[in-house]
Every structure is written in C-alpha cells, then in structure tokens.
C-alpha cells in the first residue's frame, strides 16, 4: 500500500487546547493524503497525542500507549506515533520504556507529523522530534475538527508566563505567544462558515492575549470583533486568571448578548498564604472582591472554578477558609483537585505535605457541599425557558436529547437533558426546564417568544 493512503488512528488526551493540537496534525496528515480511520483496528497507524500535565495524566498516557502497542505486536497495527506534552515532559527516557514506539514528538513537534509518521515507516526506530517548545499555528495551518459540526475551540494563545509552583506548563509549552487578531478572525468565519455557532475560546490564560505584544490588541478588543462575526451565536470564555477580569471585559459580557454570560476563572485557593506559596498572590482585589464586582453586573454572569485542596502548608483552618468561600460564593460549576505533587516544579520540594488521604477526604467535602449548592440554583431555573444548544441523542438512551445552556461549556460541565419536542441538533431553541438535578437540568422544547435570554 502506498504509504500516503494508510488510515491513521489519533487518539486525544487531557485538554481542549490539546484537542486542537491533535486536529491540526489530523489536518496536516490529511493533506499530505493519508486516510483516516475511526477504530484502531481499521488503522494503520496509531498517533497518541498525550497531556503530561499531571501524574495521574501520564499514567493514562502510558496505559493508553501500552493497549496500542499490544494491538502492533499482535499485528493490528505497523507504526505508533506519540505526541505532546509526555514527550515533551520525560524526552529520550521514554524510548527505554517503550521502545515498541516508532517516533515521539514534543509540543513543537505539531509540523512534522507527517514526516515522522513517513520516516517511522522507513526506519523503524523510537525516532524522536524534540525542540525548544515554541510553535504557534495559525489559521492557515489545515485542521480536521473532531467537535460536533456546530461547535469548536479556538485556541488563541500558546504556552504561558506565569509560573504558579504546582505547574509545569512553561517548561512544556513555553512562554505565553498570543496570535495575531487577524489570524483568529479569519480561523472564526472559517468555522462558522462551515456550521459552526458556538465558539470556545481557549489558552493558558485567555486574559492575558496580547499582553505579550506590548498591549496593541487584548482579550476584550477580540471579543468585540468576534462579535461581529455574522452566523456566531455564542463566544465562551475558558480559562480567565482572576487579576485580569477587566471592567471592560465584564461590561463586554453583559452588553454583548452573543458573549455567553460564563466566565471559567481558576481561583485555586483563597487563603493568601497558601496563594502566596503557589506563587499567585492576591493583587489588585481579593477573591471575594472579585467576586462581587462580577455579581454586581446586571446580566448574571455563571461563574465557574477550579480549587486544589491539600497543598504543602494547607491546615484545616486553611481548608476551611477555603469550604467557606464555595459555600459563600455559590458558584454554578466547580472543580477540585488534590495536590499531586510533580518532580519539576517549586513545589515538589515544598516541606509540610498533607496526608493524600486527607487531601482526598478535603476534596470530597467540597464536592458533596457544591452538590447542594448546584441543586438549589438549578431549582431557581424550573418553570423558566432558556436558550439550549441542542446536540442530539443523549448517549444512555434515543428516548432523550441533550444539550446545554449557555452557562455550560461543552465536556465540563452539565448538560440539558429533553424528553418532550423535536429538537434539531446545532441549532439553539427554547427549553422549558421542568426538573432540576445537581448538575443536570430537564426539560422540554417549547414553541414561541418567551425565551428568556441569560
């Protein structure tokens, strides 16, 4: 078989942004003429785009690349490719661990999937394509979106210039580079165009575009011209460092209704010691400061977060701070991590480390106390009619379709779940919420003008 019409098999790992990472090689392997293929068992070769962000990550990735190189020594397979941030992390070390892989690819590695899956071809051994981690696509780099045909990621950043002691994303994907404004415009009418109404912005820090630049453009001036873009429906916002939560950016969200009243802001503690030590000390306002300046707008505005409990020097008084302020701020979505600690980062040496059983008893005290608050603001959504994105069948049973409001970002968070009207999927109708559930809502399709917009 000619190599160039071979099936490949990707498999994406961790993240969003990492997703559009595996989409631009999809893209990239397409153009060069290689096929696809949905399963790996009607592939040729199989690529692993992997997230090496945490420990637990890692250990997926390497499961995942263990099943796959097993289906090659059984013969399902010629060549397996392994891409991202694992490689990026732990480079030619991976070679002795699994030497079945044919070529490792870092996260600069993106332009040359083609050639490694090529070259792998020819030689056979764990070639490896590691650089100093600062590639940046563009618009006019191909991509196969693997999202349904209604929404996508927009990625508009790489890397990151923060450097919170738990983290090792700058080591991994290099120094914050945002792209050029006319780039991201260009990828969005493209993608709407193409179907697409609802638009996930993503990065790092989203809030941090084009502070890299020298300030000539930002988040909030991106936002205004996406708005513009006729066809677009919805903008969501992913990934926002709570010093950078402008008033202009919060005027944008409540005047532009196509900017979805949603904000993902990752506050990762409250206690400004432990804050301190993550190295993500309070600066112009607290946590709860922030907090209400954002419900003070007259459009509410949906906020989730994200929180670490068992941090280095977290005491129970610490973690109670922190109980207090999910509980006082009742935010409509909320993750919780424990600690892992990561050989790499400051706080890998950091002493005072908190039993793991007691970070996982911490992190499902959190959870059991979001459930309730989830619940109770679900319940003040029954008997309203909200604007739902409809997806389609939900996967359990064709009996129900789901879809999601505008205060849920697609994979994240909860969903809609329909049981009465014809619902067309990509399109955005009126849902009577009927039943509330502590992540999920129920409901069904209505006719006429009494869509109550978020």
């Not at 090659?72 to 060549?79: A, C, D, I, P, Y």
């Not at 999937?113 to 590691?130: D, H, K, N, P, T």
């Not at 002691?165 to 991994?172: A, N, Q, T």
């Amino acid at each position: 078989m000619n190599p160039k019409h071979e099936k490949i098999f990707l498999v994406s790992l961790g993240c969003a942004k990492n997703l559009v990472d595996s989409e631009n090689m999809l893209g990239l392997l397409g153009q060069a003429g290689f096929w696809f293929a949905a399963e790996p068992a009607g592939a040729d070769v199989a690529v692993i785009n992997t997230c090496g962000f945490l420990q637990s990550a890692v250990e997926e990735a390497i499961d995942t690349i263990l099943e796959v190189v097993d289906l090659k020594r059984k013969g399902n397979l010629k060549r397996v490719v392994v891409s991202g941030c694992m490689v990026q992390r732990y480079g030619h070390k991976l070679r002795k661990e699994i030497p079945e892989v044919d070529a490792w690819l870092g996260t600069a590695a993106i332009p040359k999937i083609v050639e490694a899956v090529e070259s792998a071809a020819r030689s056979g051994a764990g070639q490896f394509y590691l650089s100093r981690p600062n590639y940046l696509a563009d618009h006019t780099v191909p991509r196969v979106r693997t999202t349904p045909f209604y929404t996508s990621y927009l990625k508009i950043a790489e890397g990151c210039s923060h450097h919170c002691s738990y983290c090792m994303i700058p080591r991994l994907r290099g120094p914050y580079r945002s792209r050029p404004m006319d780039s991201l415009l260009c990828e969005a009418e493209e993608m709407v165009a193409a179907g697409v109404r609802e638009i996930n912005l993503v990065a790092q820090d989203t809030t941090f575009y084009g502070n890299d630049s020298g300030g000539e453009c930002s988040l909030e001036d991106l936002l205004q011209k996406l708005a513009t873009v006729e066809g677009l429906q919805w903008i969501r916002l992913l990934y926002c460092h709570p010093d950078r939560i402008s008033d202009r950016l919060l005027t944008l969200l409540e005047s532009e209704e196509k900017i979805c009243p949603y904000l993902d802001v990752p506050f990762q503690h409250v206690n400004p010691e432990i804050l301190r030590v993550m190295k993500r000390p309070v600066q112009k306002e607290s946590p709860h400061e922030l907090i209400r300046r954002i419900q003070s707008m007259n459009r509410k505005i949906y906020l989730r977060t994200t929180v670490m409990v068992g941090f280095p020097g977290e005491t129970r008084t610490m973690f109670q701070e922190l109980f207090e302020f999910i509980e006082e701020m009742r935010f409509y979505h909320l993750g919780v991590f424990a600690f892992s600690p990561e050989k790499g980062t400051a706080a890998y040496r950091l002493e005072s480390r908190v039993d793991p059983r007691v970070a996982a008893e911490r992190r499902a005290l959190l959870l059991e106390r979001q459930a309730t608050v989830s619940l109770e603001m679900n319940d003040n959504l029954v008997n309203t009619v909200l604007p739902v994105l409809v997806e389609g069948e939900y996967e359990e049973t064709p009996l129900l379709l789901s879809g999601r409001t505008a205060a849920m970002a697609p994979d994240v968070d909860g969903r809609v779940l329909i049981n009465r009207g014809r619902g067309i999927p990509g399109e955005i109708m009126p849902v009577r919420i009927t039943e509330a559930h502590p992540y999920d809502l129920i409901g069904e399709i209505v006719d006429g003008p009494d869509t109550e917009l978020f």
